[in-house]
């Protein structure tokens, strides 16, 4: 079964650092762009990050640049998000989404043309 599983998340001060993990099992994901999306409670999910799977180039939300950086390492098909000085208002569950690269057409973060999502990992930033 094609499945991405994401991983790394839980409870976090303030100011501290989490990485998350993107696991991918049935497909490789050097194929593949991968995003990862997050939700908070009663809002949209959002882009967070996204990386290409041609050049390695990345995409950041405003409220991600500078603290969160994308990486992939195709040998393990994983995918991460490592985010620090983690806010309060970065609490949300996180989803990492992957696109075969033949299909990505209106932007390397545009939400609606992923196919394949994870369930998602909860990141709580709270003291």
Same mark, same amino acid.
């Given at each position: 079964q094609l499945q991405l599983v994401e991983s790394g998340g839980g409870?976090? #001060?303030p100011g501290g650092s989490l990485r998350l993990s993107c696991a991918a099992?049935?497909?490789t994901l050097a194929d593949y762009a991968i995003g990862w999306f997050? #939700?908070?409670p009663g809002k949209e999910r959002e882009g967070v990050s996204?990386?290409?799977n041609i050049d390695g180039s990345?995409? @950041? /939300?405003d409220s991600a640049k500078g603290r969160f950086t994308i990486s992939r390492n195709n040998a393990k098909n994983t995918v991460y998000l490592q985010m620090m000085s983690l806010k309060p208002e970065d609490t949300a569950v996180y989803?990492? /989404?992957a696109i075969h690269f033949t299909r990505v057409g209106w932007g390397l973060c545009t939400m609606r043309q @992923?196919? @394949?999502w994870g369930q998602g990992t909860q990141v709580t930033v709270s003291s």
């Open positions: 409870l976090v #001060q099992s049935g497909f997050r #939700q908070a996204c990386i290409s990345t995409k @950041y /939300a989803y990492c /989404a @992923y196919d @394949y």
